[in-house]
């Protein structure tokens, strides 16, 4: 664990292409300590999160910087709706793993929402440090598994070629249980 204090910083425009770049280092790292290069779990070449997607998390979101000290230590996507929230991104640079900044971070995000009683968010199923972190940190619950055979309804269409398709864990927790 960190001696340091985790803050959610707001995103700043001015930061928002290295906050999408850091994203994608973070994202990459899972797939590709789990697969190697061999992987096809990428969405644009080289990336297993594409600019795209980390940008209409943004723009649909609350997006922060997680900061460790002074450090742009990862960042945040979070989207909530009265007494409902969907944590749609979290990520910690791989060079700062297992200090506790992530579920720090978690912690603010409950903080900055106490009116929210159900948060939702998915991760891959190759994802293991995810799943560990969500289930076993956080207090979330796997509810569904979304794959070829029972596709996500929310997907942008469904199949083999679709990440529903390709295997997502969806998780909730909720406050007061």
């Given at each position: 664990m960190?001696d340091?204090?985790?803050?959610?910083?707001?995103l700043?425009?001015?930061d928002?292409?290295?906050?999408?770049?850091?994203?994608?280092e973070a994202f990459?790292?899972?797939?590709?300590?789990?697969?190697?290069?061999?992987?096809?779990?990428f969405?644009?070449?080289?990336?297993i999160?594409?600019?795209e997607?980390?940008?209409?998390?943004i723009?649909g979101?609350e997006?922060?910087?997680?900061?460790?000290?002074?450090v742009k230590?990862?960042?945040?996507?979070?989207?909530?709706?009265?007494?409902?929230?969907?944590?749609?991104?979290?990520?910690?640079?791989?060079?700062?793993h297992?200090?506790?900044?992530?579920?720090?971070?978690?912690?603010?995000i409950e903080?900055?929402h106490?009116?929210?009683?159900?948060?939702?968010?998915v991760?891959?199923?190759?994802e293991?440090?995810?799943?560990h972190f969500?289930?076993?940190k956080?207090?979330?619950?796997i509810?569904?598994?979304?794959?070829a055979?029972?596709?996500?309804?929310?997907?942008p269409g469904?199949?083999?070629?679709t990440?529903?398709?390709?295997?997502?864990?969806?998780?909730?927790?909720?406050?007061g249980?």
């Open positions: 960190t340091e204090k985790v803050k959610l910083i707001p700043q425009p001015e928002r292409e290295q906050f999408i770049l850091d994203n994608q990459n790292y899972g797939a590709l300590e789990e697969f190697g290069r061999r992987d096809e779990h969405e644009e070449e080289g990336e999160i594409s600019r997607t980390i940008k209409q998390s723009e979101g997006a922060y910087r997680i900061m460790l000290g002074d230590a990862g960042g945040v996507v979070i989207k909530t709706d009265g007494d409902r929230g969907d944590l749609d991104l979290l990520f910690v640079s791989p060079h700062i297992s200090r506790g900044v992530g579920y720090a971070a978690w912690c603010e903080k900055l106490p009116e929210v009683r159900i948060w939702e968010t991760t891959p199923y190759f293991t440090r995810n799943i969500y289930v076993n956080c207090g979330f619950h509810v569904e598994f979304y794959n055979h029972h596709p996500d309804p929310n997907a469904t199949g083999e070629d990440p529903s398709g390709d295997g997502f864990f969806r998780f909730e927790k909720v406050i249980q």
